[in-house]
């Protein structure tokens, strides 16, 4: 299986691939997540995304693809996530999958307003420990001192007003004119993602022949 999810932030598509990982077995390739990891290890490329990621915009093309590239050569079957956001990185994504002669099943695309999406990333909460994301109220963790409380938690640092506003922006000039190239492919399927999770969900499963 090779799925694309894609949406504004905050539509949900590390929540979502996350539970199709599970249902699938197929490998969540999230590039948010690589970002995260080469700034954490304070590497000179860290360094040099931080200023990128922290104020929401894109990192540029040549380097994200460079660091995608070998999780896609590495894994038979992946959802992706957060990748290709720029006409360069989905020309860059179709070369990666000529070479191997393989092709796209699928583009799942979560739609929902920003108004709503500035609110659900404003409650977004990270486990430290276990690195899972909930929500304060749409997702709450289990209780604090419980035996399944994964807390502390933290809070990223791009979900400030600004850089979430910014991050939108971007999205709906650089990321949504994608939808167009893939519609193209017959290859589009969207989704309401204004609906709970778990009704995401059951609409993302039934997209890839999952539902039960
Ligand atoms: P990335 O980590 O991908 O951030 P993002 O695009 O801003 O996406 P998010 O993770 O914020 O949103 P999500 O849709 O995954 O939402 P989530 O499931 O967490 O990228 C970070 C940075 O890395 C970028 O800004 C950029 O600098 C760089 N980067 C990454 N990829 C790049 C690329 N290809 N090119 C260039 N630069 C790149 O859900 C959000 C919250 O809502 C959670 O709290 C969740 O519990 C809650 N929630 C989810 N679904 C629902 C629902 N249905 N109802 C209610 N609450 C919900």
Redesign the pocket.
């Known amino acids: 299986m090779r799925v694309i ?1 894609m ?12 539970k199709l990982e599970e249902e699938t077995g197929a490998t969540h390739i ?7 990891s080469e700034i954490k290890s304070e590497t000179e490329l860290g360094q040099k ?1 931080k200023e ?2 922290d ?7 040549e ?2 693809i460079d660091m ?1 590239k070998p999780y896609l050569d590495e894994n038979d079957s992946w959802i992706l ?6 006409q360069e ?1 989905a020309r860059a994504l179709d070369e990666a999958l000529e070479d191997i002669g393989e092709e796209l099943d699928m583009v799942i695309v ?1 739609e ?1 307003d920003d108004d ?2 500035v609110e ?2 404003s ?3 990270q486990s430290e420990a276990t690195g899972e ?7 709450p963790p289990p209780e604090e001192g419980s035996e399944e409380d994964p807390g502390p938690f933290v809070q ?1 640092e ?2 400030t007003e600004e ?2 506003r ?2 939108l922006d ?2 709906h000039e650089q990321t949504e004119p994608l939808k167009d190239f893939y519609e193209e492919k017959g290859i589009l399927v969207t989704v309401d ?5 778990d ?2 969900t059951q609409e993302v499963l039934k997209a890839v022949g999952e539902d039960k």
């Open positions: 999810l949406g504004p932030q905050g539509a949900g598509k590390g929540t979502q691939a996350a999230e590039t948010g997540d690589l970002v995260r995304i990128y990621s104020k929401g915009e894109l990192v540029p093309d380097i994200i995608t996530d957060g990748f290709p956001r720029t990185q979560l929902a709503e999406l659900r990333l409650g977004r909460r994301v909930y929500h304060v109220e749409h997702n990223r791009d979900d850089a979430i910014n991050r971007s999205y993602a204004s609906k709970d999770i009704e995401v």
